[in-house]
């Protein structure tokens, strides 16, 4: 079975490090990717790391999950917000999708408590830093390694 995990990453994120600091912290997207290799090798999971500025690109990407992986991993940055094609191409997908915010979004300005992703999420991390990348596939190794009941 597919043990591929999709780690998609919205707009903006290229800039992690850079971009408002006190808010994101440091680290970069690279550092993430990094780390994210890092963990999904502990638990045997490949990883395909992902991010575009462009909303058709996530969900042609959240499409090719649909049909060649095991789960997402899915920061749509603002597009959480905004995006019903977002949101409906993760309602088309059968397998575990997991949302992250690094930031806390319901600590932060009100157009930012809503999200179009976490109705069609199985699970969401805010508020963790970068961690809350690890935290999801951590998670998803649990949801493929246990057996349906
Ligand atoms: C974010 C939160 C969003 O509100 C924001 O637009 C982002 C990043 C986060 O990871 O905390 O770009 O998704």
Redesign the pocket.
Known sequence: MSRSVYVIN????NLLGQREPHI?GHRTLADVEAECRRVAAQFKLQIEFHQSNAEHQLIDWIQEARERAAAIVI????L??TSVGIHDALAACAIPVIE????N?HK?EAF?HHSHVSSVASGVI?GCGTQGYQLALQRIATLLDTPAT
């Open positions: 919205g707009p903006n994120l994101y920061n749509a940055a603002a959480s917000h992250v915010h690094i930031s979004i932060r930012r805010v």
